[in-house]
């Protein structure tokens, strides 16, 4: 108990001390935290929103088709993937598939952040589950981490107001920032894209997009393994029904990669 | 399928997925195994896109070497190994490419 309230005390002297005309809104002092942890994260993604951009127009899509895609979807690869089995001429269901395995990833982040956001209110799951990206993932679950966790306390003595848990606002803003980002740089994208003669080969954009993407990370068995595997399988599958090579070589690179790794 | 329809079922999947365990309260571990089969699917999909655009360039295996998309993957393999830079991948690639291309176009 008296632990509790020194600790109570703690929170409060600092914000107590400040001159009221100089304290900024915490909750706002937090959201400008998350938005500025996510800068130097952006420099990287405004390229590859770009890229989708060009990509989107070559690949067959309307100018306002592509910038929708950016925040109907919202999901960097994916997106790259749709407009390329669009312009395969692949049906309807197989590219709501193909992009469900590609951000199959993002139930992981879900998983993981869960339980920060277990005592928030429906329209903010909401909104955060929304702007779950990689980049905001990244940002989001280090400060979860990092800092200390209002709510337990809270838990422990009900009747004493703790300090409030502001962390949400802090994704939000990192999450914001993204957002922002992706949509700017897809519109800078189709702009070129628009520009851009074909004979650039800007389509080559692509591959070196995913290989940049991926061989930093082939750092353990298991992953060169899946990786190796389901590129060789997508050879073989090129020319599978309803463009479906790519999942059938997306299974086939996760279970090889299982295999190996149960045998280590 | 409408592409706009299209579009917008990818989204709601997405964002199902992106909600699914945030919605569920996380009263469910995810299982090991899930787990690692979820972390091994970028690099296999990501991959399986690769493997095709590089080395199937008019729809048909080329492993020769007038496949400028091959050289130029491989050299931008060894740039991502090297420094772990996209930006700078993704320009040698393009350089490389540019370049070939440039050289066959002379008379």
Redesign the interface.
């Known amino acids: 108990m008296k632990s509790i309230t020194q600790v109570k005390n703690k929170r409060m002297r600092p914000r107590c001390s400040l001159p009221p005309r100089w304290s900024v809104p915490p909750l706002i002092a937090e959201f400008f935290r998350g938005v500025r942890a996510e800068l130097p994260i952006l420099v ?1 993604v405004a ?2 929103g770009m ?1 989708f951009g060009v990509l989107a127009l070559e690949a067959g ?1 309307l100018p306002i ?1 592509a910038q ?2 950016s925040w ?4 960097g ?2 997106q790259i ?2 407009s ?1 089995l ?1 312009h395969l001429g692949a ?3 197989v ?2 598939l193909t ?13 993981s ?3 920060y ?2 005592r928030l209110r429906p329209a903010w ?2 909104l ?3 702007l ?1 990206t990689d980049e905001a993932y990244a940002v989001a679950v280090v400060n979860y981490q990092r800092s200390p966790e209002p709510a337990v306390l809270a838990a422990n003595e009900q009747r004493i107001p703790s300090a409030p848990d502001l962390r949400h606002w802090y994704f939000l803003g990192a999450g914001l920032a993204l957002w922002s980002c992706w949509q700017l740089s897809t519109a800078a994208g189709v702009f070129l894209g628009a520009v851009i003669p074909q004979s ?2 800007l389509d ?15 750092t353990d068995r ?2 060169l393994v ?10 073989l599958a ?1 020319s599978a029904p309803y463009k479906l ?2 999942i059938i ?2 299974l ?3 279970l090889a ?2 295999l190996v ?1 149960a045998k280590a | 399928m409408n592409i706009w329809l299209t579009m917008l079922l990818a989204g709601l999947v997405t964002f199902s997925i992106r909600l699914s365990f945030i919605w569920i309260v996380g009263q469910r571990a995810v299982s090991p195994t899930l787990r690692r089969a979820l972390r091994l699917v970028p690099p296999a999909v990501l991959t399986a896109i690769v493997f095709p655009e590089v080395l199937m360039p008019a729809a048909r295996l080329d492993f020769s070497l007038g496949n400028y998309r091959l050289l130029a993957a491989i050299l931008a393999v060894l740039v991502a190994w090297r420094t772990r830079n996209t930006v700078l991948t993704i320009l040698v690639g393009m350089l490389t490419i540019w370049l070939l291309q440039g050289i066959l176009s002379l008379p």
């Open positions: 990287g390229p590859f890229i899509l088709q929708s895609m109907i979807v919202f999901a690869s994916s993937v749709f390329q669009v049906p309807g269901w590219i709501v992009v469900g395995v590609v951000n199959l990833r993002h139930a992981l982040y879900s998983a952040l869960a339980p956001l277990q799951k909401w955060l589950s929304y779950l650039w080969s080559f954009t692509l591959a070196l997009t995913f290989i940049a993407l991926v061989v930093p990370n082939l298991p992953t899946a990786a190796l595997c389901a590129g060789g399988a997508a050879l090129f090579g790519l070589a997306a086939v690179g996760v990669g299982l790794e």
